[in-house]
């Protein structure tokens, strides 16, 4: 008997290809649309064409197609999440957050409830099963590609989810993707890939987050106190950004190198700034992907004074980073033991190169050759 896979059908290729893939290896498939989130009317939502789409994909697949309808999930566990960390001024990932509370949480328990035995989606990453003695293990591994690699958004995945995780087209290219898209006769073999926030779709940030957080004018200030410009409210803006300043007049660009929540003041400076780039970082909430153990690469972390080589990056298509991790600060309660080591600690990231727009509230992903071992949310 094969096995009962359920795939989260999107309406964009990859995961079409994806379930096309299984159909064709002989698995039992079936097509699963999550309703995470539908716009007011009046404004854009992708989420209406995508379902479409995807009863498309699933007709010419001949495959069943169920819906999914996660909005009060989502709402809870992605876009309070999103809020909150806005209101503090810091920048949450909510497609990190998507991926291990709902896709691989929410969609998974369903699927497991319902009587499949895993989950796929098109994710462009891979997921290796190694075996010592008894034990079973399981690795999120890098896709092919490194400037399209996904792993980066499945870094609050645990092994439970990655042995129910299945990513068919992680070993191919994109545009080995669309070449087979074409050959099936997939309907959206030449469809667009979506961008924006996860199920959301491309929106002004500002605009959406005014939903849930009211605008409040302040000054924008460059580094030594200058006043530049006005903003809408610091929430709305994250380290880094040039885009939506609205100041006009100066030599060289500028870049929100931080922000004041308490003055509701946003301070800008030029690239060249060195609040703007920094060679460490603090992360806390730290996830490891496999328990760290004594014989693991990851044993030098299970010390304070132990400290691990590894890359690292804080942004989705970075470059693997140069890095060294280690425990910055003892535990803060005595219920610290190995099954909770990382919500506890501190660690410290440092690089051997200056890092630019480090912004708190996002996540930092760990890699030991082309595996993601750890990733802590920046403080």
């Known amino acids: 008997m094969s096995l009962k896979i359920l795939v989260g059908?999107?309406?964009?290729?990859?995961?079409?290809?994806?379930?096309?893939?299984?159909?064709?290896?002989?698995?039992?498939?079936?097509?699963?649309?999550m309703i995470n989130y539908l716009a007011p009317e009046g404004e854009v939502c992708p989420t209406r064409e995508d379902i479409e789409v995807a009863k498309e994909v699933?007709?010419?697949?001949?495959?069943?197609f169920f819906t999914f309808d996660y909005r009060d999930e989502y709402e809870q566990k992605v876009l309070y999440y999103m809020y909150e960390g806005y209101k503090q001024g810091i920048t949450p990932n909510p497609d990190i957050m998507c991926n291990s509370e709902i896709?691989?949480?929410?969609?998974?328990?369903?699927?497991?409830?319902?009587?499949?035995?895993?989950?796929?989606?098109?994710?462009?990453?891979?997921?290796a099963e190694r075996e010592k003695g008894k034990e079973k293990s399981y690795h999120l591994l890098k896709w092919k590609d490194p400037l399209k690699d996904q792993s980066y958004f499945l870094a609050g995945l645990n092994q439970?989810?990655?042995s129910r995780a299945l990513f068919p087209i992680g070993h191919l290219e994109k545009k080995e993707v669309r070449q087979i898209a074409k050959e099936a006769g997939l309907p959206n073999a030449e469809r667009k890939d979506s961008q924006g926030i996860c199920f959301v779709g491309k929106v002004d940030m500002a605009?959406?987050?005014e939903k849930k957080i009211a605008p409040k004018p302040g000054n924008i200030v460059d580094t030594a106190g200058n006043i530049l410009g006005q903003h809408r409210g610091v929430y709305y803006y994250t380290i880094g950004q040039r885009k939506g300043l609205d100041i006009w007049g100066l030599a060289e660009p500028v870049f929100v190198v931080r922000k004041d929540i308490e003055r509701n003041e946003l301070i800008v400076g030029t690239d060249a700034d060195m609040e703007l780039r920094s060679e460490e970082l603090e992360m806390q909430y730290v996830h490891f992907l496999n328990k760290p153990s004594q014989t693991s690469p990851l044993a030098p972390l299970l010390t304070w004074e132990g400290k691990l080589e590894a890359k690292a990056k804080i942004r989705y298509r970075q470059e693997d980073q140069e890095c060294t991790i280690s425990i910055l600060h003892p535990p803060h309660s005595s219920r610290t033991s190995f099954t909770t080591k990382g919500r506890w600690e501190i660690y410290k990231v440092k690089f051997k190169e200056p890092q630019r727009a480090i912004a708190s509230g996002q996540i930092c992903a760990v890699y030991l050759w082309e595996e993601l071992v750890m990733s802590g949310v920046i403080v």
């Not at 990859?14 to 498939?29: E, H, N």
């Not at 699933?58 to 069943?64: D, N």
């Not at 949480?105 to 796929?120: P, R």
């Open 160 to 162: 439970e989810q990655l």
């Open 103 to 127: 896709k691989f949480k929410v969609f998974l328990d369903e699927a497991l409830s319902l009587g499949f035995d895993m989950v796929a989606t098109g994710h462009y990453a891979q997921v």
């Open 207 to 209: 605009t959406f987050l």
């Open 9 to 33: 059908l999107s309406g964009g290729v990859d995961s079409a290809v994806s379930a096309y893939l299984l159909k064709q290896q002989g698995y039992d498939v079936t097509a699963g649309f």
């Open 58 to 64: 699933a007709a010419c697949l001949e495959i069943p």
